[in-house]
């Protein structure tokens, strides 16, 4: 038994120095293999515990298992220091050299424009409402008084999707006015929304032209709500938007839902700068009665008006730029103007 008590201080302490002297964790695994691995120096000395006479067992036992554990929770300080060191930059660090700045991202001009005009009209009480860009027939043009004789669906030709058998075939919505006919089948009328949305048509993308655009949707149907109406909300929200020097012309003009009709103009600093005393912005009119009668509103209780505008033509007369095109290529020589 003296012979093997005789053993255990010394070697702790030669392996104490080794897990001590372990320069990274690969030597530190090395060393724990060469002391307590199977064949290690210290797992050794266990073993012979087994030769000892019965009655010196336990004394022998209690004092090398004190020092396994000892060399043991030396190992996991050690390996915790190693671990750190391995965590921390190889390089110095320099702490006089400017921070790094995070680049910002920004909001895409078209959102940026979408929310202006939402802001304005939040302000005299319009709410934002949605709808699907994948429509069906009734929705996009029939109930909005355009069968599908009707000329008026050759301007707006659009991408059809296949259906399965027997449901109506799907499409791209082609005008954020469906969405009039969802939320007025939904609820009850006074209604007083607008909608900012993306719309298709099958159009061939030029200067002015994208085969996907955005628009804005205004819907407002009370009691005895007229022309006048229409006249001065949306000439508060392009003084809003395109400065207070704007001024508002309306022409006749035909939609199929809506009588009458017309086309707004508008005339301010920035369409003089682009050469024009007046440029058309909008579509607008007074809720056709067969529109009503399709959703079920009475048109001789309920009369409203509605409209819609294009977002890209009103950005790109608001900041100046001459391509549609641009607002969808993702180049950010162009977007981190905005
Ligand atoms: N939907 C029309 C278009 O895309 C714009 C429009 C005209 C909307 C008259 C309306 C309206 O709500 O009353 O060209």
Same mark, same amino acid.
């Given at each position: 038994?003296? +012979? &093997?008590?005789?053993?255990?201080?010394?070697?702790?302490? +030669? #392996?104490?120095?080794?897990?001590?002297?372990?320069?990274?964790?690969?030597?530190?695994?090395?060393?724990?293999?060469?002391?307590?691995?199977? %064949?290690?120096?210290?797992?050794?000395?266990? !073993?012979?515990?087994?030769?000892?006479? !019965?009655?010196?067992?336990?004394? +022998?036992? !209690?004092?090398?298992?004190?020092?396994?554990?000892?060399?043991? +929770?030396?190992?996991?300080?050690?390996?915790?220091?190693?671990?750190?060191?391995?965590?921390?930059?190889?390089?110095?660090?320099?702490?006089?050299?400017?921070?790094?700045?995070?680049?910002?991202?920004?909001?895409?001009?078209?959102?940026q424009v979408t929310e202006a &005009?939402?802001?304005?009209?939040?302000?005299?009480?319009?709410?934002?409402?949605?709808?699907?860009?994948?429509?069906?027939?009734?929705?996009?043009?029939?109930?909005?008084?355009?069968?599908?004789?009707?000329?008026?669906?050759?301007? /707006?030709?659009?991408?059809?999707?296949?259906?399965? #058998?027997?449901?109506?075939?799907?499409?791209?919505?082609?005008?954020?006015?469906?969405?009039?006919?969802?939320?007025?089948?939904?609820?009850?009328?006074?209604?007083? &929304?607008?909608?900012?949305?993306?719309?298709?048509?099958?159009?061939?993308?030029?200067?002015?032209?994208?085969?996907?655009?955005?628009?804005?949707?205004?819907?407002?149907?009370?009691? /005895?709500?007229?022309?006048?109406?229409?006249?001065?909300?949306?000439?508060?929200?392009?003084?809003?938007?395109?400065?207070?020097?704007?001024?508002?012309?309306?022409?006749?003009?035909?939609?199929?839902?809506?009588?009458?009709?017309?086309?707004?103009?508008?005339?301010?600093?920035?369409?003089? !700068?682009?050469?024009?005393?007046?440029?058309?912005?909008?579509?607008?009119?007074?809720?056709?009665?067969?529109?009503?009668? %399709?959703?079920?509103?009475?048109?001789?209780?309920?009369?409203g008006w509605a409209f819609g505008?294009?977002?890209?033509?009103?950005?790109?007369?608001?900041?100046?730029?001459?391509?549609?095109?641009?607002?969808? /290529?993702?180049?950010?020589?162009?977007?981190?103007?905005?």
């Open positions: 038994m003296a +012979a &093997i008590l005789d053993q255990i201080e010394p070697l702790k302490q +030669a #392996a104490l120095a080794e897990f001590g002297a372990a320069s990274d964790l690969t030597a530190l695994e090395q060393a724990r293999v060469s002391y307590l691995g199977s %064949n290690g120096k210290f797992t050794a000395l266990m !073993k012979q515990l087994g030769s000892l006479p !019965k009655e010196e067992k336990p004394a +022998a036992g !209690k004092v090398i298992n004190s020092a396994k554990a000892e060399l043991e +929770a030396a190992l996991a300080r050690r390996r915790e220091e190693l671990e750190l060191k391995a965590a921390l930059p190889k390089e110095p660090t320099d702490f006089t050299l400017p921070g790094r700045r995070r680049v910002l991202g920004r909001l895409h001009p078209l959102t &005009i939402v802001r304005s009209f939040r302000k005299i009480g319009f709410v934002v409402a949605d709808g699907p860009e994948v429509e069906d027939d009734y929705h996009c043009f029939d109930a909005l008084n355009t069968p599908a004789d009707h000329p008026a669906r050759d301007t /707006q030709d659009t991408f059809y999707l296949a259906a399965p #058998a027997g449901a109506a075939p799907a499409l791209l919505r082609t005008h954020t006015s469906s969405v009039q006919i969802r939320v007025m089948r939904k609820q009850p009328p006074p209604v007083r &929304i607008i909608v900012p949305g993306r719309v298709y048509r099958r159009d061939n993308a030029d200067a002015t032209h994208n085969p996907t655009f955005q628009q804005v949707e205004g819907l407002y149907v009370d009691r /005895q709500v007229t022309v006048g109406d229409l006249k001065g909300t949306v000439e508060f929200v392009f003084k809003e938007l395109m400065g207070p020097d704007t001024r508002i012309r309306f022409r006749p003009h035909y939609f199929s839902y809506t009588e009458p009709s017309f086309e707004i103009d508008f005339s301010s600093a920035l369409t003089r !700068k682009m050469g024009k005393e007046w440029l058309e912005i909008a579509g607008c009119g007074m809720v056709h009665p067969q529109v009503f009668e %399709n959703v079920g509103y009475d048109p001789e209780v309920w009369t505008f294009g977002i890209e033509r009103i950005a790109m007369i608001r900041y100046g730029i001459n391509d549609i095109r641009l607002f969808y /290529q993702n180049d950010l020589r162009f977007l981190s103007q905005f």
